[in-house]
């Protein structure tokens, strides 16, 4: 097994979006990677800060006749929370800690005229196996702040000293335009990238959803993927302590034929925020563990 696949296993376990991450270092051209950190893209504004009122009349939203800021309402539905970072160790196989990972909800705003949340990932290979394979990528995501179908999906990859940029607006009906620094992907009614997808499991209500399933964009490409409740008060044990969890199975289907290389299975924390604490993928040649380390 290649040092590139071993790390690239690790990365697929926690954010689903690195195997598009590879397919397209290998079949898209290189496109340079600006320095620093990335900028919002065209149409996207931060929701303003919510402010206490001063008395119960004064409770009511209030928006100014003219205002370059647009407020996006509360689903109370979602469990999100702005701020909330997530950080994970990758084990593959023998190897521990061979990558680390961390989601974290950079914000909420509005998008296209869409109230939208703002989701992040970031993926490093960690020493000794960083001095052979250096992996520094970065996975971005505008998705619906009801249903986080996503709005635009973007990959900013740095592998090997190799930099590459992927930016793409999703469409189900091709008459959305793409702005100049992204191109369009046609997809589905209701897509989710592989970040979306991690917080819709989140927010699912298992105890009257038992299965569910979604198209999801990766990248690449376009899957089929089902999720099924398992189990309702497992127990496990991360570096970031013990928790009682729900168990649920993951399938992925291209073309209506299910992958059998790979299986997956989530463990969401029966808490409150309904935390994914850990992430096992099981493959032909390898099995990887994925555990939370920190909640913030």
Not at 149 to 161: D, F, I, P, T
Not at 176 to 196: C, I, W
């Amino acid at each position: 097994m290649s040092v590139r696949t071993t790390v690239g296993i690790a990365v697929l376990a926690m954010l689903g979006c690195a195997i598009g991450a590879f397919y397209y270092l290998r079949a898209r051209e290189a496109r340079p990677v600006p320095e620093g950190v990335s900028p919002e893209p065209t149409g996207f504004r931060d929701a303003p800060a919510p402010t206490k009122p001063a008395s119960t009349a004064a409770a009511k939203p209030h928006q100014p006749a003219v205002s370059k800021k647009v407020a996006a309402p509360v689903d109370a539905a979602l469990l999100l929370r702005a701020g909330e970072v997530l950080e994970y160790t990758a084990n593959v196989s023998n190897l521990e800690n061979v990558a680390s990972l961390k989601l974290q909800v950079a914000g909420r705003g509005t998008f296209l005229g869409k109230s939208v949340w703002h989701l992040q990932a970031f993926a490093h290979t960690q020493s000794p196996l960083r001095m052979v394979f250096e992996l520094d990528d970065q996975f971005d995501s505008y998705s619906d702040a009801a249903t986080m179908a996503s709005l635009q999906y973007e990959m900013r990859l740095n592998e090997r000293g190799q930099k590459v940029e992927s930016i793409q607006r999703m469409t189900a009906t091709g008459k959305e335009p793409a702005s100049p620094e992204a191109a369009q992907a046609r997809v589905l009614p209701g897509t989710r990238d592989p970040l979306g997808l991690m917080q819709y499991l989140r927010n699912v209500d298992w105890a009257k959803t038992p299965e569910v399933r979604c198209p999801v964009y990766d990248g690449h490409k376009l899957y089929d993927v089902r999720a099924k409740l398992g189990a309702t008060s497992e127990k496990v044990n991360v570096p970031a302590g013990d928790y009682s969890v729900s168990k649920i199975g993951i399938r992925v289907f291209d073309n209506g034929v299910e992958t059998k290389d790979a299986s997956f299975t989530l463990y969401l924390a029966n808490n409150a925020a309904r935390t994914p604490v850990l992430l096992e993928a099981v493959m032909p040649f390898a099995t990887a563990r994925v555990e939370l380390l920190k909640a913030k």
